[in-house]
């Protein structure tokens, strides 16, 4: 294998115009490795309520948005001339699904993630689940901070 082929890439998607810019990014490595790409969404179960007073709804629109997402970017991903597409939509801290669970699950060894997500009171707080990613990763990472499309 050569140093820069990579056979599972995993590419952390959430919605937000970064991540856009990493599915992007993570399709053209995935072409240049004839690599498996793993599309994944993390529900963030921290941001909910307590179990008690958890409103059922919000959980179902969570789950129904994650799905629709990676189903979208599965499509582009496709359409691109990606072969072999995989999905996934877990539960929990991305900070730990991503980089430990999904990358163990999925033999990853790059994950694609943006600089930034959807999620900006969790990065004034407690840090950006790309750092999360980068620090508790034991595969290469690259975080985007910009579009491939940009010239």
């Not at 790059?110 to 689940?129: D, H, K, M, P, Q």
Request: charged share 25%; aromatic share 6%; proline share 2%.
């Amino acid at each position: 294998m050569n140093s820069i082929d990579y056979k599972n890439i995993l590419v952390a998607v959430d919605g937000s115009e970064e991540a856009e810019w990493a599915l992007k990014k993570a399709i053209y490595l995935a072409k240049l490795s004839d690599a498996t790409l793993v599309l994944a969404h993390i529900v963030d179960t921290r941001n909910f309520p307590t179990i008690e007073a958890y409103d059922m709804t919000i959980r179902d629109h969570s789950e129904t948005f994650a799905n629709e997402l990676v189903e979208k970017y599965k499509t582009e991903a496709i359409a691109s001339g990606i072969a072999n597409v995989k999905t996934e939509v877990a539960y929990g801290s991305p900070k730990v699904q991503i980089p430990r669970d999904l990358a163990k699950k999925h033999t990853i060894d790059l994950i694609v993630c943006g600089a930034t997500g959807l999620n900006a009171v969790e990065r004034f707080l407690i840090g950006s689940v790309s750092e999360g990613i980068v620090r508790h990763s034991n595969c290469d990472v690259i975080v985007v901070r910009t579009n491939i499309d940009k010239k």
